[in-house]
């Protein structure tokens, strides 16, 4: 009785989510201390403590009915404007509170800006490897997900192969870095070619291009690496934000949308965001979590907690024979599959109770994902298995 749509969804649901409930299963069977389940982003940085002090406060102190009553579509204006200046002072941009929707993650905000800006069979362009949900997000509002092929030299987008996918029909193009699955920040040369070309293809259609920028990752990079802010490089960037990373508050569902002023027809667009935030049912972002990522903005998760997990899988995988570029953000590592097929090498894998995803859910066929935001136990303990594994494809 389902729609067929869904029916559709259903048969092809998230891969990742698949493995998370397979590692439940087998830390009952094996004891969860046996079982090294690399499959899900979930972070186990523990929020910062300004976070609980934060909610502890709200709740005694702040009038109930604000606490917990329904707002402007877009958010708290007092939050909003916080959230805007925070921006500012961080990139140097010029944003104020109406260039801010606060969300339910960013899943719900790439959710309502897709929901205000598709028609039936416009396209959206993403660089394989992709986080994999996106094709959903496109799909919610009969979109059409245009794939770009992998650069498996470095990772950055495949700008040539762009160029000659953009149509007439291309609505928008995501990016999302630093990546999920690979880590890889894209470089301010990759972003500002990726605007020229934007730029020259919006003149020779007649058409707006949106940039969305998915950055849940933003604030996870390694070695002083930057991420650039894309509203400074293209006009027509929306940016996608959520907690979920940078507060350890994946369960919390709290984020923001950055419409600019200067984006091509802002007022109709954001009167759209506004509206698609109320009919998709979100209604608002959640109340007291908008009010606790005020309080928080500042705030941030040990960073180094990752970094040191990174660097002692990156440097033992290697070194047992695994291919990978080294992340600069995030917390996934991108492994070629021994063997070639993915898919068999993830199965190969759970014999030695390691899960680990097949890059076939981002598009990449032959290499596998490992999120190591795991506690580091778990990685020093999951070294035997990998090494085990890696000497039966010798």
Known sequence: MISKKMVSLVQNSSVIRAMFEEGKELANIYGEENVFDFSIGNPSVEPPIEVKEAIIDIITKDSPNLVHGYMNNSGYEDVREVVAKHINNTHGTTF???????????????NVIFKALLNKDDEVIVFAPYFGEYRSYVSNYDGVLVEISPNTVDFQPNLDELKKKITAKTKAVIVNTPNNPTGVVYSEETIRNLASILEEKQKEFGTSIYLISDEPYRELVYDGVEVPYLTKYYKNTVVGYSY??????????????????????????????????????????????????????????????????REVL???????????????????????????????????????????????????????RIAYCVDYRKVTGALAGFEKLAKEYQ
């Open 96 to 110: 104020v509170g109406e260039n801010i929707v606060m969300t339910v993650g960013a899943a719900g905000g790439l």
């Open 244 to 309: 979920s990373k940078s507060l350890s508050l994946p369960g919390e569902r709290i984020g923001y949308l950055v419409l600019p002023s200067q984006m091509d027809d802002f007022g109709n667009v954001s009167a759209a965001v506004n509206v698609a935030n109320r009919i998709l049912g979100y209604v608002n972002a959640p109340s007291l979590m908008q009010r606790v990522v005020a309080r928080c903005i500042d705030a941030k998760v040990d960073v180094e907690i990752y970094n040191r997990n």
């Open 314 to 368: 990156y440097n033992n995988l290697t070194a047992f024979g695994y291919r990978c570029i080294k992340p600069q953000g995030a917390f996934y590592l991108f492994i070629e599959a021994l063997g070639g097929d993915d898919f068999a090498f993830a199965n190969a894998a759970k014999k030695h109770n390691i899960l680990i995803v097949p890059g076939t859910s981002f598009g990449c066929p032959g290499y596998c």
